[in-house]
């Protein structure tokens, strides 16, 4: 997948890779019409697990959307599409489809991984989208973006009642990714259904609780199941962002400089 992701295909694989990409998405579009019809409303897929070739994005989000009406459901889709022969080949991002089959967003992640994914992904814009449907205000980041409470902010400045957020962790910092994920619900009051793959899936309410989780690396079902009351809850964090921390820091240095002040007193007069 690595390989895909980063366009370095030979003209001879690829009618092998064209299979097994076919493959991939006729797993994902059947498993989100599995879970539709056991009692799913939104269905997420994990970050950039669902590749495909810009030449095939079309016909492929066509699909989705005809799963999606046809199910009643929002599917919010992971997904990485691939620019062969482009010096960036890779976009990383989440479309979101509602019930009607109508696509609400379409998002590139804003925030790549230093190294790797940082030379070969188009960034987002730098804004975090947030979008009106009959079942409350959703918004929509993906992965690294976590890992900025300003940016995460946005959510809760836009009055979302949950944010979607795909991941792609390794298993070293999967649970440390899985609590600070847990601190951008506390930090926004606002609800969070986190997508892993190779990581914990997860639910937060809006104050950070666990609702439910599944390891990736852990025996058994890999499909998260879990009912999450969405609906936002004003913080102060969402209203003054980080004026707070930036205060006491300030506090902290007027401190230092006063007390270090105190001390030089004795010397200084001494010396004279």
Not at 227 to 253: E, F, H, K, N, S
Request: proline share 6%; charged share 20%; aromatic share 8%.
């Amino acid at each position: 997948m690595a390989r895909i992701t980063e366009g370095s295909i030979a003209p001879a694989d690829r009618p092998s890779i064209d299979a097994k990409l076919i493959w991939l998405q006729d797993w994902f579009l059947e498993g989100s019409r599995r879970e539709a019809r056991a009692g799913a409303r939104l269905v997420v897929w994990p970050e950039q697990n669902l590749l495909v070739f810009s030449e095939h994005e079309t016909a492929f989000l066509a699909r989705a959307r005809e799963v999606a009406a046809d199910e009643r459901i929002y599917l919010a889709m992971g997904m990485g599409t691939i620019h062969l022969g482009e010096p960036r080949p890779f976009e990383n991002k989440l479309v979101l489809i509602d019930p009607t089959g109508r696509t609400l967003i379409s998002y590139l992640k804003t925030h790549p991984v230093p190294g790797w994914e940082a030379g070969i992904m188009r960034r987002g814009d730098g804004r975090l989208p947030v979008t009106a449907t009959l079942d409350g205000r959703m918004a929509a980041a993906i992965c690294y973006d976590g890992s900025f409470p300003e940016f995460i902010r946005q959510a809760a400045e836009g009055s979302a009642d949950l944010l979607i957020l795909p991941v792609n962790d390794w298993k070293g910092v999967r649970t440390a990714h899985f609590q600070m994920h847990a601190f951008r619900a506390i930090e926004t009051g606002v609800p969070i259904v986190r997508a892993a793959a190779s990581g914990i899936s997860g639910a937060f309410d809006a104050w950070g609780r666990v609702i439910g989780f599944s390891d990736y690396f852990a025996p058994g079902e890999r499909t998260l199941i879990v009912q999450l009351p969405i609906g936002g809850v004003r913080t102060i964090y969402a209203r003054i962002g980080d004026t707070l921390a930036w205060v006491c820091v300030a506090g902290l240095v007027a401190v230092l400089v006063g007390v270090l002040g105190v001390g030089l007193l004795p010397i200084e007069a001494w010396a004279r």
